[in-house]
């Protein structure tokens, strides 16, 4: 069998094991050893015969592994469990040979494995806001008087692109019809209506640029600045209680 698994060098670990295995239950079960020899050839020729019909078969399974080196048959435990696991329980004799270790592809691990520390998480603080009444008293008076005037001044600054967009817009509609009412061609008077589509559209560009401006700016200036002034000045952060 040493020969026959020097010679089993190709296979792969697995298929060599279970070639090994057969070749070793059919010496055992044979009456004449030399017999089978006879029948069964040299071991090269064995070996050659093997290759030649040889086909790789998957690697098996970390459970199925686990499972064929274990010192106890699967068999026998099934067939009769108590007698085993009284065997297994028995003392192990010191010079007796012990069998080989095995396990299912994992480090052992202790039994009783400290927990890792954890490090408590910080407590969220609850926080409630207080308004002081006399500084936002005081602070309402000059917000008021300041930020109104310098509010409508942002205001104007978008009024300018909104009049120009009105007055192009009505400025194109007179023309037009105007115009129109002059011209005999059909061709002529739909290219003065598109012409004076175009017109419209630049126009109410104009007009949307101008709100557009005036709403951004009046949000910075009381949305942001003085709302946020106001919250710094008269609001006070409290820890619930």
Not at 39 to 59: C, E, F, M, N, S
Not at 85 to 91: G, Q, R, V, W
Not at 148 to 164: Q, S, Y
């Amino acid at each position: 069998m040493a020969e026959l698994d020097r010679l089993l060098g190709f296979m792969s670990s697995w298929d060599r094991q279970a070639a090994l295995k057969k070749y070793r239950a059919l010496f055992a079960a044979a009456e004449d050893e030399a017999a089978l020899i006879e029948q069964l050839g040299t071991p090269t020729k064995l070996a050659i015969d093997l290759a030649a019909a040889y086909v790789p078969t998957r690697p098996p399974s970390a459970l199925a592994q686990a499972l064929s080196q274990c010192p106890v048959a699967l068999e026998d435990l099934l067939r009769d469990p108590g007698a085993l696991a009284a065997d297994l329980s028995a003392p192990a004799d010191a010079d007796a040979p012990q069998p080989e270790t095995w396990s299912f592809g994992q480090e052992s691990l202790p039994l009783d494995p400290a927990e890792p520390e954890v490090d408590p998480e910080p407590e969220e603080t609850l926080t409630r806001s207080r308004v002081k009444v006399g500084a936002l008293i005081a602070y309402l008076i000059p917000a008021i008087v300041i930020g109104l005037p310098i509010a409508a001044v942002l205001v104007c600054i978008g009024l300018p692109f909104i009049a120009a967009g009105a007055a192009l817009i009505f400025t194109s509609v007179l023309q037009t019809l105007r115009i129109i009412g002059l011209l005999r061609l059909v061709s002529d008077m739909l290219l003065t209506g598109g012409a004076a589509l175009i017109v419209c559209a630049v126009g109410l560009l104009l007009c949307w640029l101008g709100l557009w401006i005036s709403m951004e700016l009046c949000w910075l200036w009381v949305g942001k600045a003085l709302t946020g002034l106001g919250r710094r000045l008269c609001v006070r952060e409290e820890a619930a209680q």
